[in-house]
């Protein structure tokens, strides 16, 4: 957040600064070289910010192009159709350009995660086929799901199913009594949420979350919960093969 208010302040004076500082070369600066320095702050904005911040810059950039560069100079109004068009297309260019690298940071942000994701999967997945006790697989997990999914506890319950909590389904939902809970604009429903661990088709256990009020953890948290939660299953299944 802190990152993000700050672009937003960025994308409104920078474009500001940028004017003021090719001001003193007006007369030598043609106005289409000094729209493509005032895009470069955009896309400058964009990439370190939101998509809003780079289009706060996109119409700051406009509006102290007008000011500064087009006749009559010192006033938000354009006397030329060659400036009209340049400041048009300052405007145009710089939302999309904004846009671009707003989903470029974006996409590299979910690359980052995506990394994240399967270092943790990779890890669980060989300590169960090492650990010498499923227990350390259901501590070790129990402990990844609080950071993953914003929880402010988690436990294991082993071989019981009491009571109708929500629960994790393994398609990622959850399920609130007979109807789906929408986790991306509300959270987790109050209370604890059951997420089941199956092995072999077999039941075992279900891991408890409580969750902080304001988590709302992505669809691909929440699925590679599951998958976290299925790998216990199978860790569980393999020991009691192994005692069998």
Known sequence: MTRDRAAVVLGLLGPLAGALILLPWRAHLANTNVALILVVIVVAVAAIGSRIAGALAAVSSFAWFDFFFTRPYERFSIASAADVTTAVLLLLVGLAVSQLAARARRMRVLAITDAGYLELIHRVGELSSSARSPDAVVDHVREALVGLLGLES???EYGSLLGQPPRLEPDGTVLAG?????VDEFGFPPGEIELRAFGNGQ????FMLTPRPDARPSLQARLVAVTLADLTGRALSSSQDARG
């Open 154 to 156: 988690c436990r294991f």
């Open 178 to 182: 007979h109807r789906h809970w929408d």
């Open 203 to 206: 039941y075992f256990g279900r």
